[in-house]
């Protein structure tokens, strides 16, 4: 089963931005809406940004005003940028197509917020 390779993550401090990255080696984003997801230490997977095949998105309250969800030009990369990153915001990230998980979940990248 393909699976999608997610980077971009790091340690930053509060306040900073970093900008993730999603791309499946073997196959194109760019036929599926596709979602950004983040774990917590201990707690469940959640959906936070989407988009769809024509550009529309949508956000997790959480993700509204800070997260920004988008294509490159060929569609088959996916980004999520994060501004003002909190401590809450420390997670793992996963991206997978949406609604229906077609792909096995990656090991996603570490964003780590702290002093």
């Known amino acids: 089963q393909e699976q999608h390779v997610e980077s971009g993550g790091g340690l930053v401090q509060p306040g900073g931005s970093l900008r993730l990255a999603c791309e499946a080696p073997?196959?194109?984003?760019?036929?599926?809406?596709v979602g950004w997801f983040r774990q917590r230490q201990g707690s469940q997977r959640d959906l936070v940004a989407q988009?769809?095949?024509?550009?529309?998105?949508n956000y997790a309250d959480p993700a509204k005003g800070r997260f920004t969800i988008s294509r490159d030009n060929d569609g088959n990369k996916i980004y999520l940028q994060i501004n003002n990153l909190q401590p809450e915001d420390t997670a793992v990230y996963f991206c997978n197509t949406v609604p229906e998980l077609l792909y096995t979940w990656g090991q996603g990248t570490q964003v780590t917020v702290s002093t």
């Open positions: 988009i769809t095949v024509d550009g529309p998105t």
């Open positions: 073997r196959s194109r984003l760019a036929l599926y809406d």
